[in-house]
């Protein structure tokens, strides 16, 4: 059985910074668990009332009232149960109230539910005086992943913080590594998968529809319609108060009397009083307006079809859905890759015999220019979406007079972290205009022992290189956890200049020899662990970032090794 010994990392974290990381996480656990405590409960509370028994009701009384914070659907409903009457104000049960941000939701149900009308509402068999009228859906439930999201990175960051360093020195069988390999392939694969989830699932209900209809907008039929009411509404919570556009207006579509209150697609509140302000002042009470209806469904109206700037939500659902299938994807790969090396993590063995094709053999680096922006665009957008969510809040409570000290002191660390991930991404893009050079080798085959040629070539301006370099490094790596991050602990173990200059033509273009040292250790890839031999091309370059390509070779073993 082929062992690897893995060496341990000393740990550099402090005390305060383990305390400093175990309240940022216990911030990040207690939000998701209090938002996901909320929904669990009423989760649990709908599959009750999916048991009530189905009872036919009389509506007695229906009405839309204006509260502080939106329209207000009010019923009143009798039904009989065992020859007894009762009576029920209830509408739906927990936080799915009837109350509406938009007016023509209310309206909807105030025709549904007219006086006098027959309907059906769910009675509670151990108690027939409650009642609603309404059952919740249980799909709502999977609103709950999106703050297990905020539980998960707590847990890992506190975890990560008190475990760090931990780890002794140990000896592993790859045998016993690829099966812990393989569950946390799995958790990470799940990990993602909950940002999937949780992104696609906000998006549906919040977002999507609302750019769905933006995009058939140019549809709907444009209506004279009257303004009935317009103000400013504010929303005041403990990070201050925020406002939006409340502006109620009626329109007949087909001989029927409609209200709608919608002014945009997407909504919202925000910081910002006199913008709102402006906005109702141009749609004072009785003026006749333009607004646009949805022809399959006249209750639907908006009278501005842009999207205006909260089009930018859509981003926040997009980034969490992004970051979380790639990571999925990822996850699946690696576990592919993992297996396709071989059954209980066992090691996988060169072939001793390859066909040598002809011509040169052209390397490939091992990270593309493209693949790095990427990364750290995905990187960045990830990080700035969560911190700027509680950013917004930090600058709300400021704009209003009420400014959160603790909340901005705390939220500086991870705004400089965040803009250190912005600056990579345009150091990336800046490298990305760096000379590219192609490294081919004339064997296609090489064996501890056996020598070739290098040949390299250079496009693009060299001249701005100080000093070039080409090394042969042969590396030992060794994956292993550490908590619940995955960690890549890297040793070469063999290190040869096999160029070097100071004059810009010899990048341009040159050759050299190389000789893989005998003894020494074959290309190795299993689980866990891996030898891997790679040409690195290294240039110094002033006042720009700087060239370091890695171009991974193969060492095939002897032939007596292999046999």
Known sequence: MVRFRNKGITSSSTRPGKLFATLFGL????????????????????FKILSWEKTPCAIISGRVTTVSDGYAFEVEYAYRVKGADYHSRQFKSGFFSSTHDDVSKADALARRYAPGADAFCFVNPDNPAEAVLARG?????????????????????????WTAGAGKTKA??????????????????????IFLVAGSAFGYFLVFPALTKYLNADNWVETPCVVQSSRVKSHDSDDGTTYSVD?????????????????????????????????????????????????????????????GPEALMALIPLIFMIVGLGGFIYALRTGNAAGAIGSAGTSRRLPARVDVGSGRMILKPQSSAAGKIIVSMAVAAFWNGIVSVFVYQAYAGWRTGNPDYFLMLFLIPFVLVGLVLIGGIFYFILAAFNPRPTISLETHVLRPGDATDVDWNTSGN??????????????????????????????????????????PETLRRGQTSLRIPSPTMHSF???????????????????WPDIKEDFEITVYPLESEAS
């Open 27 to 46: 911030v990040f656990m207690g939000m998701g668990l209090l938002f996901a405590s909320f929904i669990v409960r009423q989760t649990m509370t709908d």
């Open 137 to 161: 859906s249980l799909w709502t439930g999977l609103l709950v992943l999106f703050p297990m999201i905020f539980v998960v990175i707590g847990g890992a960051v506190i975890y990560g913080a």
């Open 172 to 193: 592993y069988s790859l045998s016993a590594k690829a099966s812990r390999s393989k569950y946390g392939r799995f958790f990470l694969a799940g990990f993602f998968l």
């Open 247 to 307: 502006i109620v207006y009626e329109y007949n579509f087909n001989g029927q009397p409609f209200r709608s209150g919608k002014y945009r697609f997407i909504g919202g509140s925000s910081s910002g009083y006199a913008g709102k302000a402006a906005v109702v002042d141009q749609y004072p009470p009785g003026r006749q307006a333009i607004c646009y209806v949805n022809p399959d469904d006249p209750a639907e109206a908006v009278l501005i079809r842009t999207m």
């Open 462 to 503: 060299v001249y701005n290189i100080r000093e070039f370099k080409l090394l042969l490094i042969g590396e030992e790596t060794a994956t292993y956890r550490r908590g619940t991050d995955t960690c890549t602990d890297r040793q070469p173990f063999y290190e040869k200049v096999l160029a070097a200059s100071a004059d």
């Open 525 to 543: 890839k299993s689980d866990n662990n891996a030898i891997v031999w790679k040409i690195r091309l290294q240039c110094e370059v002033p006042r």
